[in-house]
């Protein structure tokens, strides 16, 4: 299918490892209504194939659903892949803001096995942040069974209006 649509609900419970300091309830919930849309499309030739394939990501947590946590978290990626005999190029750009009080688990990390490779996310941003942009571009080559390829990965995450340390990243690997 070229494009889909979902909706739905996630609901999540934490119980805190410390007991709260004010004395109320250690657990805490992020409840959010979810959306997301894809598309993705492929063409192909006689001897080339490209592919587009974009997404659009929301959960927004409320108090209606009985949620601790307020917030909206939005994501928007990008990818486009081109392979020609047996040279691949591809470019990935991911892009996300958070509005509210959202749990952890929910921040944008970088410095992960998918953007910033070779960064340690603790080192870039311990409790993620609330602001992302990542851009990764790769050229690869088939030799026999196995692809070489290079990649340049460039990356920023913050909190609020400051977007914090533009990050970069040059690799090379096989698959």
């Known amino acids: 299918r070229e494009?889909?649509?979902s909706v739905g609900a996630s609901?999540?419970?934490m119980e805190m490892e410390a007991p709260a300091v004010t004395g109320g309830d250690a657990s805490k919930s992020a409840n959010a209504a979810t959306g997301e849309v894809n598309?993705?499309?492929?063409?192909?030739?006689?001897?080339?194939?490209?592919r587009w394939d974009a997404k659009y990501s929301v959960r927004a947590a409320t108090r209606e659903l009985g949620s601790d946590y307020v917030y909206r978290r939005q994501e928007v990626s990008l990818r486009?892949?081109?392979?020609?005999?047996?040279?691949m190029v591809a470019d990935?750009?991911?892009?996300?803001?958070?509005?509210?009080?959202?749990?952890?688990?929910?921040?944008?990390?970088?410095?992960?096995?998918?953007t910033l490779f070779g960064w340690d996310r603790y080192a870039i941003d311990p409790l993620g942040g609330s602001r992302m942009a990542h851009n990764s571009v790769s050229y690869g080559r088939q030799i026999q069974q196995t692809t070489a390829e290079v990649f340049y990965?460039?990356?920023?995450?913050?909190?609020?209006?400051?977007?914090?340390?533009?990050?970069?990243?040059?690799?090379f690997g096989l698959r």
């Open 153 to 171: 990965d460039a990356a920023v995450v913050g909190e609020g209006d400051e977007l914090g340390t533009l990050r970069h990243s040059v690799g």
């Open 80 to 87: 486009y892949k081109w392979r020609h005999g047996k040279h």
């Open 11 to 13: 609901f999540e419970s």
């Open 39 to 50: 598309f993705g499309y492929t063409r192909e030739g006689t001897e080339s194939e490209q």
């Open 3 to 5: 494009l889909s649509v």
């Open 92 to 114: 990935r750009m991911t892009a996300g803001t958070i509005r509210g009080n959202a749990p952890l688990f929910e921040r944008f990390v970088l410095g992960n096995s998918s």
